[in-house]
């Protein structure tokens, strides 16, 4: 499967050329490269890629923000002026941010996107979501540098990637605006020099040549026509169209010899990460007793009703589930006796029910003294906070009714098996609504892993 080659635009500072510089060069690999997919598209608000680039006047009822709310890119994308496909900007980024659930979010996207060739993506001149997604997602991150404040901002974009495990030649520099007429005394003999013998000193790996200032490139997005022109249609007598012409060749060189490396890489790691998943949710599943837990009837063809309760001891050695009203039956009779004689317990089953919809409930077995021992049930908040607790003791042959729960008895009164009888025996339990297999996914068993492990280390602490 194609994937495309990332390369992001990017600079903390604003005024350096970013969207010029991300529109002219989508323009120059195009003509390059005719045949290569050139997608663009921008994470600023200033809607210079639209205006550059639409074909028309009608505005699209699809933008950048959908990209993020499940519509596949391909999806999205209207073809633009100059052969280059463009996804509509956005004014609504910043409401829908916390739709991004990380920085590898648009690279997911893109992973399982129908994208190929080029795409280059516009940041906005700070470190927000959106750029670090971009930064994430890039093979290539070109960096427009006019002078020495916007080069010390290359450091915050150098730490990001590292931070990310990332080598710090991902970044490429590129002078831009450069005052062609300014000269220095020294061995730097102008601007471009003197900042790209700061930005190697520094570490940077720098393209070959500059972007020079020009009226007349100025002029190309202010003007009284309101029109935004690319340099390569309305500047090709100025000496930018051939430092466009020399960056564009050593980008594309880049893209041939590298491929999309990024994505690549990214969708291998999904694709190891998934794999672990299932065989981790299949090995839970293989775990799991093919019958209730509370009266050993079995599973028909394997299906658990909605209403069942998941238990797993603190060893996962006994997991399984029980029927709502097996489980219900067994926690009423050993704890809540004194409601049955009271005509009490169908209230009280109803009161269960309702709150083990939200909730945990913990039986711990404690053996005593004299062939006795004592249970102890707690409720659980959702984040495995001890609600409430009681305590009954009982004869140990007396713990459930055998006929009610033979599988329960065994985790409570045996050892594991090859192991040593612990002191205390912990079954946590959770009432499964709609689709009780559902916990055994990776999210919702680590919740289920995080609640028992705090509750255990809550236990500790109060013994």
């Known amino acids: 499967m194609a994937r495309p080659y990332v390369i ?38 200033h809607f210079t890629v639209d205006q550059m680039f639409q074909l028309g006047k009608t505005p699209h009822d699809k933008h ?56 280059i993506i516009d940041t906005s001149p700070i470190l927000d979501i959106y750029t670090r997604n971009a930064l994430f997602a890039a093979d290539r991150i070109i960096v427009p540098i006019k002078d020495a404040a916007s080069l010390e901002n290359c450091q915050n974009l150098a730490g990001f990637l590292k931070q990310q495990q990332r080598p710090k030649s991902t970044l490429r520099l590129l002078p831009c605006l450069i005052d062609t ?11 471009y020099q003197l900042l790209k013998a700061y930005a190697i000193n520094r570490g940077y790996r720098c393209y070959e040549g500059f972007i020079s200032k020009s009226p007349k490139v100025e002029s190309l997005s202010t003007n009284p026509s309101g029109k935004i022109y690319p340099v390569i249609t309305h500047g090709r007598k100025t000496d930018v169209h051939l430092q466009f012409k020399h960056l564009t060749r050593q980008v594309y060189l880049d893209y041939l010899e590298q491929g999309s490396n990024r994505i690549n890489e990214i969708a291998n790691q999904i694709h190891d990460h998934e794999t672990r998943l299932d065989r981790e949710q299949r090995e839970r599943l293989s775990r799991l007793q093919p019958h209730c837990l509370c009266c050993n009837k079995p599973w028909q063809e394997s299906i658990v009703p909605p209403g069942a309760f ?26 809540y006796g004194e409601a049955k004689r009271k005509n009490k317990a169908e209230s009280l089953r109803e009161l269960l029910i309702e709150t083990t919809e939200q909730s945990y409930l913990l039986l711990q077995w404690t053996p005593l003294e004299a062939e006795q ?8 908040d959702q984040q495995g906070e001890i609600l409430t607790g ?16 033979s599988k329960a008895t065994q985790l409570l009164h045996q050892p594991t098996k090859g192991k040593t009888a612990d002191p205390a025996q912990l079954l946590l339990a959770h009432r499964m609504a709609e689709h009780p297999l559902q916990i055994l996914e990776h999210r919702a068993y680590l919740e289920w892993q995080t609640v028992f492990s705090r509750v255990q280390v809550d236990l500790a602490v109060g013994n």
């Open 373 to 380: 021992i004592k249970i102890d049930l707690y409720r659980l």
């Open 310 to 335: 998941y238990l797993e001891s603190a060893d996962g050695q006994l997991a399984g589930f029980a029927e709502e009203s097996c489980f219900i039956d067994l926690i009423l009779q050993e704890c």
């Open 181 to 191: 007429r300014i000269h220095f005394d020294g061995p730097f003999r102008n601007s």
């Open 64 to 119: 950048i923000g959908h990209l993020f709310s499940g519509s596949a890119p391909h999806e999205l994308l209207i073809p633009g002026q100059y052969g280059v496909q463009i996804i509509p900007s956005s004014r609504q980024l910043f409401d829908i941010q916390h739709q991004l659930q990380g920085v590898d979010t648009l690279a997911r996207i893109l992973c399982r996107s129908k994208l190929g060739g080029l795409v």
């Open 8 to 45: 992001c635009i990017a600079s903390e500072k604003g005024g350096v050329g970013k969207t010029t510089l991300a529109t002219n060069l989508a323009i120059y690999l195009k003509g390059l490269a005719e045949d290569l997919p050139i997608t663009l598209f921008s994470f600023d608000n």
């Open 390 to 405: 009681r305590s009954i003791v009982r004869k140990e042959r007396g713990l459930f009714n055998r006929q009610l729960n």
